[in-house]
């Protein structure tokens, strides 16, 4: 049976829009049919997930005109090139400006489809269906929408929204646990830039997190989901406070990218990357030596790394200039004046840096 | 010298942007300084166009940090994998979100850079110099952009508006008689669905436009801006009103993807096609045979084809049939109850469209 545990609306004015969260809710018509204006639907899946769930979903959808389109796995896969079989399919089947699109699996999955309905005929209809915790926290709000180019991540996108996120907590039960680590570090990510009481919630719950307890995990993803949802909807475009949801991403896209796409999963980077951003935040005097290790000691708590792979101090500079948090050549980082104070800043000691980056190495 | 003859703002809220008109405007620093914010600037063109005018533009903005993309010529390289060059040139000169795309060329140019700008990093700066007469009427205004795929036109793309539009009148001396006439068909049609005494002043003036007189160049440009920018601001998703622009478009489009892109001119395509939309009307009883007449005359006068090429009604409702104005199978046309008067309608008789199409058989 399924069951929805909680829902909330992203107010977004004319582009809000609801996220349910639930067991079962694939199987739960009545959450997808109101969201969905015509009868053709495409669903965009992995080769992945599409045997786990393609089947419950298509069977929830019967009725409708529904064709899939199965993708490889994998970040590697998040191209121009691959994007291009989405629009072929919808062409092939003659889509009409009226259909819809729903993106059944992780961030990759959610951040083609998406950007796929912002561009075919200029605007479909979407869907997410995340069955990565990542996803459920992360790309599920916000609207970014993209796709990789080899100099950078995400570098060519739009900002797209949803007509609604369906999350079934129960797809977490069959994602590897290293995923499920990966996910927890931008829900830690959430307590450290904006809530300190949902980050002391999270020492305190992150065994029941890793052990799959369905009502931490829903409790979990709702406070996420809430404190994105509350930063995104005051600043849609990313020109101020939406930034400090880039927390340990700086330092962390510089990890991806150095490693090579998919050699650390998303969440690790962020990881090491966030106690790189304490780390520095403590020797520019901002942040106490209690809520670094505190920080530490959260991430590794939800087995992620806490210090970077071996790349030099050049190395890692380089690859930090070509981040997108660069304005005109000035270096922006997210960094923290306390635990649930995040701020962004131009104004720190290249020192403070240089000491960051030299203290990890081999 | 360079002197502003006329300039029109398009009213769109925040996203409004000025049209300036004018000779020599591409040596006018002035027209483009202020809608530049940060050093970073690229300028995309094609093959054709770069030779006679990217030096001038970029001695107009020597002293910023100005790179360039030539694409090949030709709607045949209007694609996603083309449109991945203006990405990696941005990429390896490490442009940021603050940097400004400028589009040096006709529609072709104009849509894959306002694309490339609407997805850069999920949006950057952009403005158009369109350098033919149906870019400087058409492409500029409404803020489509978008490239094609094998199975339909203009299926993969964005609304995004530019900050400026800048129309060097002197830039249509060197376009061929051929891309003057297409460029006319465009002009014509805005007469034809809002306009009724622009209509007659056309007609009154289609030789001196002929004869490239800059004045009569420049009214015409003002006048066919001023009536799209209407129509786009009172409607800038296409939901209504803006589909009246796709006037001759449906029997357009099918002509250019039968016959192959490039082969038929958009605008000789759309200029047949109107003469099929007017035909239509008057067999529904909507147009008067002196109505038609007048319409048939002013398209041919602007040297354009008058009828379809040689496509059996059959081919013709196939290739109809993927055109974006069909929702959920049904077709629905832009027809006319007078010059001036055109509407949108899916409730007219199947037999009428049949012997439009039959009445070009060969």
Tied chains: 1, 2.
Excluded at 130 to 139: A, E, G, I
Excluded at 264 to 286: I, K
Aim: hydrophobic fraction near 45%; proline fraction near 4%.
């Amino acid at each position: 049976m399924s069951r929805l545990i909680t829902s909330l609306d992203v107010d977004l004015g004319e582009r809000s829009y609801p996220i349910y969260i639930g067991q079962n809710l694939l199987r739960d018509a009545g959450r997808f049919r109101p969201h969905i204006p015509s009868k053709q639907v495409l669903v965009v899946s992995n080769e992945t997930v599409a045997p786990l769930y393609m089947q419950t979903l298509l069977d929830t959808l019967q009725g409708l005109q529904v064709e899939q389109v199965v993708l490889p796995d994998g970040e590697e896969y998040k191209t121009l090139e691959i994007l291009n079989r989405i629009f072929d399919r919808l062409l092939e089947k003659r889509f009409d400006r009226g259909c819809t699109l729903i993106a059944l699996g992780g961030g990759v999955i959610g951040d083609m489809t998406g950007f796929a309905a912002a561009c075919y005929q200029r605007g479909v209809n979407f869907i997410q269906v995340p069955t990565t915790l990542l996803s459920q926290v992360d790309s599920s709000v916000g609207g970014k929408t993209g796709v990789n180019h080899p100099l950078g991540k995400n570098m060519i996108g739009a900002f797209y929204q949803p007509r609604a996120v369906v999350i079934d907590i129960e797809t977490l039960k069959t994602l590897p646990a290293r995923e499920l680590s990966a996910g927890l570090a931008e829900v830690i990510k959430h307590g450290i830039i904006k809530d300190a009481d949902y980050f002391t919630w999270l020492e305190a719950n992150m065994e029941r997190l890793r052990a799959l307890d369905v009502d931490a995990l829903a409790h979990a993803v709702e406070g996420s989901c809430l404190i994105k949802s509350r930063v995104v909807s005051a600043d849609e475009r990313e020109a101020g406070q939406r930034a400090l949801l880039n927390f340990g991403h700086t330092f962390g896209h510089a990890i991806e990218t150095g490693m090579g796409y998919g050699n650390w999963l998303h969440g690790e980077a962020v990881g090491a990357g966030m106690c790189m951003a304490a780390r520095m935040s403590r020797l520019l005097g901002w942040l106490t030596p209690e809520e670094e290790a505190r920080i530490t000691a959260l991430i590794e708590a939800a087995g992620l790394p806490t210090a970077p792979p071996d790349l030099s101090p050049a190395r890692f500079m380089e690859l930090m200039s070509v981040d997108k948090k660069v304005m005109a050549g000035q270096l922006r980082l997210v960094l923290l004046k306390g635990i649930g104070k995040a701020l962004i800043s131009d104004d720190f000691s290249m020192d403070a840096l240089q000491r960051t980056l030299a203290g990890y190495g081999a």
